[in-house]
C-alpha cells in the first residue's frame, strides 16, 4: 500500500466515524425530546403516578449491559488477533441482544395483563410514553442487530483483523450507545415516574 492509499483510507476512515456521530447525536436528540415530552406530560392531571414497571425491565437491562461486555470483549480479541475468542463474543453478543428483545415483548406482555395499553379507550398518556419510549428504542437495537450479522459475517470472511478494525469499530461503537441508550432509558423510567 502507498501513501496516498493509505491518506486516502484513512480520510475515508475517519468520515465514516464523523456520521456515525451525527447519527448518534441525532439518535440522542430523538430520544432526548421524548424524555423531555415525558417530563412535561407528568404535570397532566391523568398521569398514572402508581404505574409500576415490570421486573424483566431489570432483567433486560442486566443482559443488554452483559452484551456490551460481550461486544467488547470480541474487540479487544480481534485487535490481538484471537479468533476464537471473537466469535465467541460475537456470537455471544447476539445471543444475549436475542434474549433483550425476549424479555422486553416478555414485559409487553406484563403491561398487557396488568391494564396498561398503548392506545384506546384503556390507555393512558403515561403508558402511551412508556410503550413508545421503548418500542423506539427497539428499534434501534434491531438495526444495531442488522450491524452485528454483518460484522459477524466478515468476521467469518476474515475481514477483520489487528490493524483493519475499522468496520467493527463503527458496529462497537454503535451497538454501546444502544446499550447505554437502554440503561439510561430504563433509570430516567424506574426513578421519574
Known amino acids: 500500500?502507498?501513501?496516498?492509499?493509505?491518506?486516502?483510507?484513512?480520510?475515508?476512515?475517519?468520515?465514516?466515524k464523523m456520521m456515525l456521530w451525527f447519527g448518534i447525536i441525532s439518535m440522542a436528540m430523538m430520544f432526548a425530546g421524548l424524555t423531555s415530552a415525558y417530563v412535561v406530560s407528568k404535570n397532566r392531571p391523568d398521569w398514572l403516578a402508581d404505574l409500576q414497571l415490570p421486573a424483566t425491565f431489570i432483567w433486560s437491562t442486566l443482559v443488554i449491559f452483559l452484551s456490551s461486555v460481550t461486544f467488547h470483549i470480541a474487540e479487544k480479541a480481534v485487535k490481538q488477533n484471537k479468533h476464537g475468542l471473537a466469535t465467541m463474543g460475537l456470537v455471544g453478543t447476539l445471543v444475549l441482544s436475542l434474549i433483550f428483545i425476549g424479555?422486553?415483548?416478555?414485559?409487553?406482555?406484563e403491561l398487557l395483563e396488568t391494564g396498561y395499553f398503548f392506545t384506546g379507550s384503556a390507555s393512558s398518556v403515561t403508558t402511551s410514553f412508556l410503550y413508545l419510549i421503548v418500542g423506539s428504542h427497539l428499534v434501534h437495537l434491531l438495526g444495531g442487530i442488522i450491524v452485528l450479522l454483518v460484522i459477524i459475517y466478515n468476521h467469518f470472511k476474515q475481514k477483520y483483523y489487528a490493524g483493519q478494525t475499522l468496520g467493527l469499530e463503527l458496529g462497537a461503537t454503535f451497538?454501546?450507545?444502544?446499550?447505554?441508550?437502554?440503561?439510561?432509558?430504563?433509570?430516567?423510567l424506574y426513578f421519574f415516574r
Open 103 to 109: 424479555l422486553q415483548f416478555q414485559s409487553f406482555n
Open 175 to 188: 451497538w454501546h450507545f444502544v446499550d447505554a441508550l437502554w440503561i439510561y432509558l430504563f433509570l430516567f
Open 1 to 16: 500500500m502507498d501513501l496516498t492509499q493509505g491518506t486516502s483510507q484513512h480520510k475515508q476512515g475517519r468520515a465514516k
